[in-house]
């Protein structure tokens, strides 16, 4: 791959967020280029081995719930091969058992390929024993399984792909029409961690654009509503801290990112769709020096967040209306509102945003959203022990 | 890259055409993978080292017309390093310098990319040079420039792909809104070519589907009419020699191509829309066995002809209505209908159809279209000297 260095970076506490970077290459050569060999160059060429190291130890997620099959297959053909990916279903088991088609279409597509996998319902009494075991119960609900929800499956994925001993977790949606840009988004994420000075690491990508089908004829649409909202109040969040206005947060609900294994074991998470915001939030209030942060090896050593735009458009299954745009707006906003740290001017403005879309009431407060603590709290070699490998793929931990 | 070994093929005189190979992995790892140490797989794995040592020799020809400049970026961008671009232009060059735009634009990415490329416009002198000076004088017109048409800047692209001491030369449309799609498309190019125990090989896509817009919903058409027809009575053609019914062609159209350099200099082409249809004919009417063959060399060695499906579906920029497709019907079925060794049967069928599609008349034959020689019979090293390669990108033959 060759892209771009980030010539422009924020820093806040020990986190340094870097600028939007601009893909030239997807495939950007064997082996070293000698063109590179120059001290003062500004595009840099990551070459195939540095890339497959990352891969090796990258697991990459895929969360589905009653995605069309062929989808996920196209979505399993765009993985490069040297990934794990970890298919975390919250699909359906009646009237139709859905699992079950996944688990036999997976199967028989791995089987072909020769491509190593694991897959786990979220609701399965054994992904819930896993976290039982490891003595992480904020995760389940009261029957004792994991609770649904996206971000929740998101973590069962990192608790899975921890005790398998990958180094690295990157999350790809299971409805994408374009193995090729799933591949990208790969690319992406194995270029981007690479580039890290830092063992916590962060990748998020912003969509080169999304088509829109508008009067019969595709409008590639660069910004939605719910991205240009939650991009506006994280940047003013920021440049409270700094001092100086700023556009440099792109990503504030990437869906597809990925990070190194301890950071994403250091973070905390907050359910549902506002996942992805959460992140920045947890970024912040731990490692931006305004509290005290839990691990001071991490505020010694530093974060690194890496924003980079992809060159394919995003061509999803497009199912969700505008009850979905509010609630993601809701959720996004909302986890900022209630962060320890939220300067009092973007909780003002916030509100005001909330109530101006009608999401509040005048005198509410914001929805006040379930947390998880840090999953370095499992206690995974516990939790390994709940789990028969055999009967979730074909990968076996060494 | 991971795909099928075809189990099936059809034999006509020295050609193998091979039915349509199903994709597994678009990266399929980066060295030999022990799994397929067995000699009973019917999965091959073609490791990266293997796909590089051909993309090194592989020219992609990017035919452009007016198509816009963000795309034209994005196709460089999916194009595998190692690949040398040629771009050649017919676009305008007044009221606005299309060309002008397009070359500034390529220099500028392919400088930041450290990528090497061609560029010539299809009319310029220097192009008609080449092949006045080569002694190729079938391309010109009374001009004396290279003739409009998408087959004719196609032979230009041979041409100098050729001159530059390339090995192979493959066939990108412009107008892709997936980069991502571009490098699956290069990749089944070399992995498609990688597969020939001949110097004379062709790879030919089947596009995975082709999205339209219905009821402003995406449809995910497979087979556009114009495509069904060509495959129906090529394949109707073939038969007719086998003595078998078969469905193995299934690429009549296939804009996205490639050949092995012997062979794109052997093939005869005809103009316009019909150059891919004619690539079918060429090959049954040169190395068919039922005329006597202009290359026994070729005759003996056998030519093969790999048929790929894509992953990724084909989202390019739709201009063309109606009168296109009708005129692709007719360019396409004329050209079968107008080879020396289209049987009988094949004949009455193709004007029964043609008629039917109110394309020709009663008592009308299907048009007669230009038809352009082997490119092996222009004098190579004389056009060579026609051309100042600084003028026409960053890439100098050795």
């Known amino acids: 791959m060759r892209l771009e260095i980030p010539t422009n970076a924020e820093r806040f506490g020990a986190n340094t967020f870097y600028q939007v970077q601009k893909i030239y290459e997807l495939e950007g050569g064997y082996g070293i280029d000698t063109e590179f060999d120059s001290p003062f160059?500004?595009?840099?060429?990551?070459?195939?081995?540095?890339?497959?190291?990352?891969?090796?130890?990258?697991?990459?997620i895929i969360p589905?719930?009653?995605?069309?099959?062929?989808?996920?297959?196209?979505?399993l053909c765009g993985i490069p091969h040297a990934c794990l990916p970890i298919v975390l279903s919250n699909s359906q088991n009646e009237p139709t058992d859905r699992f079950r088609m996944e688990c036999?279409?997976?199967?028989?597509?791995?089987?072909?390929?020769?491509?190593?996998?694991?897959?786990?319902?979220?609701?399965?009494?054994?992904?819930?024993?896993?976290?039982?075991d490891g003595g992480y119960l904020h995760l389940l609900d009261e029957d004792g399984l994991v609770r649904h929800g996206k971000a929740e499956g998101m973590l069962a994925g990192i608790a899975l792909a921890n005790l398998v001993g990958k180094k690295y977790v990157g999350f790809i949606d299971a409805d994408n029409y374009f193995p090729g840009a799933v591949f990208e988004y790969v690319r992406i994420f194995s270029a981007g961690l690479s580039q890290s000075k830092s063992p916590y690491s962060m990748v998020r990508i912003q969509w080169h654009s999304k088509p829109k089908i508008v009067d019969a004829e595709l409008f590639f649409a660069k910004w939605g509503r719910v991205t240009r909202i939650t991009n506006q109040y994280l940047n003013l969040f920021l440049s409270q801290y700094t001092g100086y206005e700023t556009e440099i947060l792109r990503t504030g609900n990437a869906g597809e990112h990925a990070l190194s294994m301890p950071l994403a074991l250091a973070l905390d998470y907050s359910t549902g769709f506002s996942?992805?915001?959460?992140?920045?939030?947890?970024?912040?209030?731990?490692?931006g020096?305004?509290?005290?942060?839990?691990?001071?090896?991490?505020?010694?050593?530093?974060?690194?967040?890496?924003?980079?735009?992809?060159?394919?458009?995003?061509?999803?299954?497009?199912?969700?209306?505008?009850?979905?745009?509010?609630?993601?707006?809701?959720?996004?906003?909302?986890?900022?509102?209630?962060?320890?740290?939220?300067?009092?001017?973007?909780?003002?403005?916030?509100?005001?945003?909330?109530?101006?879309l009608k999401i509040v009431r005048k005198n509410e407060s914001p929805l006040q959203l379930r947390r998880y603590p840090e999953l370095s709290t499992l206690n995974f070699s516990a939790a390994a022990a709940a789990l028969d490998w055999s009967r979730h793929g074909n990968y076996t931990p060494a």
Chains 1, 2 share one sequence.
């Open 41 to 60: 160059h500004v595009i840099q060429q990551i070459p195939y081995d540095r890339l497959h190291e990352i891969e090796k130890d990258l697991a990459i």
């Open 64 to 75: 589905v719930k009653n995605e069309r099959l062929r989808l996920l297959e196209g979505v």
């Open 104 to 132: 036999s279409m997976v199967d028989t597509f791995c089987r072909h390929a020769k491509k190593k996998y694991l897959i786990a319902h979220q609701r399965s009494p054994e992904v819930a024993r896993l976290f039982s």
């Open 275 to 287: 996942v992805e915001t959460h992140q920045f939030v947890s970024l912040m209030e731990k490692f």
């Open 289 to 356: 020096g305004v509290l005290p942060s839990p691990f001071p090896e991490i505020m010694k050593t530093g974060v690194e967040i890496f924003q980079i735009e992809s060159r394919n458009p995003h061509l999803h299954e497009a199912t969700k209306g505008q009850d979905h745009i509010r609630e993601m707006i809701e959720y996004s906003l909302s986890v900022l509102w209630h962060s320890r740290i939220c300067p009092a001017l973007v909780q003002k403005d916030i509100a005001r945003e909330l109530r101006r």
